[in-house]
């Protein structure tokens, strides 16, 4: 229906002006001081005397899409609206009144509730279409996903209220997937012909490329993403009018967010393992030195720090798993379950399953077995979110322990430059900002996975259209967690060691008090008592003020006569890191067997 050059698009009052080639645009919804500067901008280019109007013509046009999507050069006239009294210009008002009259009143629509706002109209030498993917019509929106029971479409505001193409665009390449795969089975049980099938395939590579160049128009007063590519597809083909047979948004919405899951899942686990590799080179490259290990972040015993860096490559193992575990049960096929309760047309799920690489690991289809549950279902979205809630808590707390390294107080690590900021009062400040903000990034991560359990919590079946809030919360999710870990891996990769400032701390002499008291279990004292011992001897040092290692057979003999000469060699570091010889010690042997495993597994 491409329109030719010249049409006039009203803005005004009416709401819809001969055929549908023509839309009539809305009426002031911005004050004046609330517009884009790019609107001001588009207006400079007219004559000085007609810039109010141009202005006051964009206060009015509600733009959801870039402003860029506006090509000045294509607004070149204004008119008044058919019927106006006065004629040209002669209702405009200057932006100074407009922003005087309708303050205080709501914020769309005005114009009945204030007949004297102005209206105008602006001539587009474009095609309506492209105007359409602009503006936002007035009153009430085009009819959309209605059937012939409505009259009208939805009110303006409800459907800038209820639409969802702002973000559930990014859809698009499983939406098209899914369509594609339902319209093959569609032609093999005889719904399509093959030259059908064939017409809407190069119709969505058609749309594909558009999208993928920039050039395709998302069109809120569609509402969504299936509704947009549908309708472009069938004002392409006829044959778009029968791909929605036997499906509904709600099965495919389903299948598009589980499509989209696995995607990003596999980005992910990928992510994962740049960063695993990461916290690996890190210890593998300082694979002497030793650091105390804490807890209640009081020294405790000393660990080397490839193996406090391996725990983090353990626990993101876990989370690694985990979203392996949940891309499984994500793995079935929700097409076929329609609205909520299948279809009467003899539909082949498992083709389509199988189309769409919904197969176990034997290449058997996984279809869901209850259409009810299938369309109500979002376990996928909670799981996906509860794994990276947990995924962000671990990167959280890995962002802790390098945000004490690199404290003065620590000084165990250098983060480079290019992953710091500086103050800008203190000149001497470098701060571990991108550590922070994965710290602090975690807390929307956890209230993503909040807002999911409590969207579903009071839902009854089936669908619902709350469930339409799914999808901010997975996606920030997604970009959330994959940038913090991405942005992990390479902070670390721009790190170094301080390995004397390490060696210092892992000298302290009380790191090894326990390793005085396993000499005297090995001397065949229990170790209730070698631990009171222990302490005694600890409390012996601080009173005669020397460090733990110094004190002399005499002194340790006087406290408890098992101690021995040798006694005196616990606190040799070297051999101290080599006694930890057990499964999952940080011992100098059982570290590097550690690291060798790792290095392998992450090759
Ligand atoms: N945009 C909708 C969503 O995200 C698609 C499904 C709409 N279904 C419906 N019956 N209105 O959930």
């Not at 012939?148 to 009110?155: E, L, N, V």
């Not at 596999?266 to 807890?295: E, F, H």
Request: net charge neutral; glycine share 6%; proline share 5%.
């Amino acid at each position: 229906m491409p329109v030719g050059a010249g049409r006039e698009i009203g803005v005004g009052q009416s709401q819809q002006r001969g055929s549908g080639t023509e839309a009539f645009l809305l009426q002031m919804h911005k004050r004046p001081g609330e517009l884009d500067e790019s609107f001001v901008e588009i207006a400079r280019r007219f004559p000085a005397n007609r810039q109010p109007e141009i202005l006051q013509y964009f206060v009015g046009l509600e733009v959801k899409l870039p402003v860029e999507a506006i090509e000045p050069r294509e607004v070149t006239r204004v008119l008044p609206l058919p019927g106006e009294r006065g004629g040209e210009g002669n209702n405009l008002r200057g932006l100074g009144t407009h922003a005087a009259e309708s303050s205080g009143s709501p914020a769309r629509d005005n114009t009945h509730q204030n007949p004297a706002a102005p209206s105008f109209a602006v001539t587009f030498p474009c095609p309506v279409a492209r105007l359409r993917a602009m503006q936002r019509p007035s009153r009430q929106s085009s009819i959309v996903a209605r059937s012939g029971r409505f009259a009208s479409g939805p009110a303006a505001e409800v459907a800038a209220f209820s639409e969802s193409i702002s973000f559930d665009w990014r859809l698009w390449r499983q939406d098209i997937a899914g369509s594609l795969a339902h319209a093959t089975m569609l032609q093999k049980i005889g719904i399509l012909t093959a030259a059908e099938l064939k017409s809407i395939q190069t119709g969505f590579a058609e749309i594909a490329t558009e999208i993928e160049a920039g050039k395709f128009r998302w069109k809120p007063e569609l509402e969504d993403v299936h509704m947009n590519l549908e309708a472009e597809l069938t004002h392409r083909v006829p044959a778009g009018a029968r791909l929605h047979t036997g499906r509904s948004r709600n099965d495919q919405v389903a299948l598009d967010i589980r499509l989209w899951l696995r995607d990003e899942t596999t980005a992910l686990q990928t992510d994962l393992r740049t960063l695993q590799r990461s916290l690996l080179k890190l210890g593998a490259a300082n694979a002497t030195v030793v650091i105390p290990g804490y807890t209640h972040l009081q020294r405790a015993q000393p660990v080397y720090l490839a193996h406090h860096l391996l725990a983090y490559v353990e626990m993101l193992d876990r989370d690694h798993g985990r979203l392996a575990d949940a891309a499984a049960r994500a793995n079935v096929c929700p097409l076929g379950a329609g609205a909520l309760a299948g279809s009467t047309l003899p539909l082949d799920r498992e083709l389509v399953a199988k189309l769409l690489g919904f197969v176990d690991a034997k290449g058997r289809p996984q279809v869901t077995q209850n259409s009810m549950d299938a369309v109500s279902d979002r376990d996928f979205a909670v799981e996906f979110c509860a794994t990276a809630a947990l995924l962000a808590v671990h990167l959280s707390r890995l962002a802790e322990d390098v945000i004490l390294w690199a404290s003065s107080e620590f000084n165990f690590i250098r983060i480079a430059d290019a992953y710091t900021t500086g103050s800008s009062l203190m000149p001497q400040k470098k701060n571990p900002d991108v550590a922070e903000l994965t710290r602090g990034k975690s807390a929307r991560v956890i209230g993503n996975l909040m807002s999911l359990l409590t969207l579903l919590k009071g839902l009854p079946m089936t669908y619902n259209r709350d469930l339409q809030e799914d999808k901010e919360r997975l996606f920030d999710t997604a970009d959330t967690v994959r940038a913090c870990v991405r942005l992990m891996a390479a902070m670390l990769a721009h790190t170094t060691v301080n390995a004397p400032a390490c060696a210092a701390a892992a000298s302290d002499p009380l790191l090894l008090a326990t390793d005085l008291a396993d000499y005297l279990v090995r001397r065949g004292m229990a170790f209730r008592e070698a631990h009171h011992v222990v302490g005694a001897v600890v409390a012996l040092a601080e009173g005669l003020g020397k460090p733990l290692d110094q004190l002399s057979l005499v002194e340790l003999q006087a406290v408890n006569p098992a101690f021995a000469p040798d006694a005196a060699d616990i606190f040799n570091l070297g051999k101290a890191m080599a006694r930890r010889a057990i499964t999952g010690a940080p011992g100098t042997k059982e570290v590097q067997r550690q690291l060798a495993k790792w290095r392998k597994l992450l090759r």
